[in-house]
């Protein structure tokens, strides 16, 4: 079985959400770090793999696909079918897609949009993102209050679409202190067999 090439950049949250699933399904796979400063994203070959110049995408044996959670959804179809990480049941499956919608939206504007300020040098309202964070940890504290994961009773791909941005939220100067659910809930990710960690930023200032 040839490597999945996963195109990258190796701070990038989206990127690793997709390394996480690839290392948690055993899928051999290489990294190829995009040199996204120097615009190698925009690259007439790259286009050609992901047409919006984002970042991951994967090449697996010809078949190429941008899109982290499309990514997800991909790996665990073809390299995990029957897993637990993409239930069948409706409802479950309801609940895995309703939390891939919320990683879209409220994670990616507010721990994702506070670490693009603080790391990237992003021009957002840090306030705005600060502000959606902790109104998202508030509401996924108490969820995982009473249950160990988002979607399921054992880890599914919900969790690790989410996983990334939020253990990095320190970096973009978000408190995860008064949130011991999800510090529970980041450390039974990280507790997870052939679990690799993203590239460290240096911490923020919290709030």
């Known amino acids: ?36 400063a120097n615009g190698a994203h925009k690259a007439p070959d790259y286009l050609r793999i992901s ?13 190429t696909l941008a899109d982290s959670n499309a990514i997800l959804v991909y790996l665990v179809q073809t390299y995990g079918k029957g897993s637990t ?8 499956a309801a609940q895995v897609q309703r939390w891939l919608t919320i990683v879209a939206d409220n994670v990616y504007s507010g721990p994702c949009a506070a670490r ?30 009473q249950r160990d994961w988002l ?14 941005y ?10 995860l202190a008064p949130y011991p659910h999800i510090q529970a809930w980041l450390a039974r990710i990280e507790a997870q067999p052939n679990f690799v960690a993203m590239a460290a930023s240096p911490i923020s200032a919290l709030s």
């Open 151 to 164: 979607a399921a009773r054992t880890i599914t791909i919900a969790d690790v679409a989410a996983y990334s």
């Open 166 to 175: 939020i253990a990095h939220a320190p970096e973009g100067g978000v408190d």
């Open 1 to 36: 079985m040839a490597p999945v090439k996963l195109y990258r950049n190796p701070k990038s949250g989206h990127c690793h959400r997709v390394e996480l699933m690839l290392a948690f399904l055993g899928i051999p796979y290489e990294t190829i770090d995009l040199d996204m």
């Open 85 to 92: 990480w993409m239930p069948e049941d409706p409802k479950t």
């Open 116 to 145: 693009l300020v603080k790391v990237f040098g992003v021009a957002l309202d840090h306030a705005v993102a600060v502000r959606k964070s902790h109104d998202l940890f508030t509401i996924m504290d108490a969820h995982l209050a």
């Open 51 to 63: 047409p919006f110049g984002l970042v991951p995408a994967i090449d697996d044996g010809g078949y």
